[in-house]
């Protein structure tokens, strides 16, 4: 009687011991499915700041470049006033992927380029004769350029 209850406890401990160390290995594989599935959604987060900042831009330089441009060939006052209502559209869509970027990029590399971007592509704006638009366009779309090429460099690494 007694080999039988001491199978009996063995089993019952066995049993119990068994699914402690069952119940910890699914929550351990719980945590570190939750741990990928918040760095795949930073990642995205960080992909979709990065694309939707770089696009305002390039909207916004093409935007400045149609402005200066009919400034510059005297243009009638309503097509002036047209673009000019454009441009400062594309130029408020560029605040919030600026914010977001911040927000979720502490990368000072990135964050340095982005706002490079942005500040020649306002710079556009200070163009006086066709050379001058076409010299800070071309200042803009390079860093653009270096922008996109460091946000990539950022978000492979990381």
């Not at 700041?49 to 309503?78: E, K, P």
């Not at 979720?104 to 020649?120: E, F, G």
Request: charged share 20%.
């Amino acid at each position: 009687m007694l080999p039988t209850l001491v199978t009996a406890a063995l089993a019952i401990v066995g049993t119990l011991l068994g699914a402690v160390v069952s119940g910890r290995f699914q929550e351990r594989a719980a945590d570190r499915a939750i741990r990928v599935s918040t760095g795949e959604a930073l990642r995205r987060d960080r992909l979709e700041a990065v694309t939707a900042l770089a696009c305002a831009a390039a909207d916004h330089r093409r935007a400045m470049w149609m402005r200066a441009d009919a400034d510059l060939a005297y243009a009638s006052a309503d097509w002036i006033t047209a673009l000019r209502a454009e441009s400062h559209t594309t130029r408020s869509a560029i605040n919030r992927p600026m914010v977001a970027l911040h927000v979720l990029i502490t990368d000072p590399a990135v964050r340095a380029a982005a706002d490079r971007m942005v500040t020649l592509t306002y710079a556009m704006r200070n163009a006086d004769t066709t050379e001058t638009l076409t010299t800070a366009r071309e200042a803009a779309k390079a860093a653009h350029t270096e922008f996109v090429e460091t946000a990539a460099g950022y978000l492979t690494a990381a």
